[in-house]
């Protein structure tokens, strides 16, 4: 019995031995990579220059903000307005492109609006008569609706200088096949969130290079080593 009990004691004394070695063992090695780094930052030659933190990159606005209401009056119901629209916001329908017919009513409105107050490619739809909510709702009262208010937004643009080299940008984008702009669905760690902190999911690309590119091109241009990206702001819901 007594035996059995020493044998006991013994093995759990082991096993706790081994632990508090396997414990001490890298705090020791730590501390001395750390003593032995110090002196070779304290030996560097006085003429190497230091190292100084590159410049946040350059931000070029292109467009500022803007809101205003719009009433729009078709010639008959279940007539087209005359815009392309897409649904890559969840809550705000966004402008892809005007048609140009001259009978339609965002054409027949931008006639007469005022200096700065007309419907472009790139403005988002965020309630329609005055209601909020989702995308696909914004639409089916749009159908609806004769005549139908608009509330538009135009977020900001402005352009950022990416720095790339072989690293990832870090989003994950999304664009319908007839589109005009790159939307991003999600930012990560990479380019983007390190060279322009500000942009976030909800943004859209709407040219790299100074070029408008068809949305596949874009993504494909976005590739590139270094770059300019146009950014479109998303709607302030």
Sequence with gaps: MFCCCATEAQQVEAVAVQKVALWETPTEAEAQVTVEAEPAIVDAPE????????????????????SFDAVLERPASGLPFGWALDMLHPDALHVESLTGDANAAVTTYNASAPGGFDIRAGDYIT???????????????????????????????????????????????????????????????????????????????????????????????????????EFLAPPEI
């Excluded at 933190?53 to 903000?65: F, H, I, M, S, T």
């Design 127 to 229: 309630r329609v008569n005055g209601s909020a909510g989702s995308a696909k709702n914004l639409g089916d009262l749009l159908v609806k609706s004769q005549p139908a208010q608009v509330s538009i937004q135009r977020p900001a643009t402005y352009v950022i200088e990416i720095a790339k080299g072989d690293r990832p940008l870090g989003v994950d984008l999304n664009y319908t096949t007839k589109g005009s702009s790159v939307y991003i669905t999600n930012v990560r760690d990479g380019v983007i969130s390190e060279q322009a902190p500000g942009v976030r999911k909800g943004h859209r690309i709407v040219s790299v290079g100074g070029k408008a590119l068809p949305p596949k091109e874009m993504v494909d241009a976005l590739r590139s080593s270094k770059m300019k990206i």
């Design 47 to 66: 003429d190497e220059a230091p190292v100084v933190p590159a410049d946040p990159p350059k931000v070029e606005q292109r467009q500022a903000p803007q």
